[in-house]
C-alpha cells in the first residue's frame, strides 16, 4: 500500500512529504516507526550549551553536575561538550 509522510516544524516553507510503499499488512504501529525513521532523515539538530559558570543545569534549574570549559557533559543522557 502507499502511504504518504508528512513533517512539518512550524513553519510554513519547512514541511516535507513523501509517498513511500509499504507491505499491504503493515500496522499502525509499525507505519509509526517507520515515520520515526523516515522523518530522522530529515531532522537535525540538538541542545549546545554556550553559556554556563562551570555547572549545567536541568529544566527545572537545579544544578546536578560540575563541568568545566572543554569537558564533557552528559545531560538527560544527552552527551555534550561544555564550550
Known sequence: MKVKMTLGIGYSNANREDVIEVADDTTEEELEEIWQ???????DGGPEIIDSPNKTLNPTGEKHIDAKKGEKSKWL?????II
Open 37 to 43: 525513521e523516515w522523518s530522522n532523515n530529515y531532522i
Open 77 to 81: 543522557g544527552i552527551e555534550g561538550k
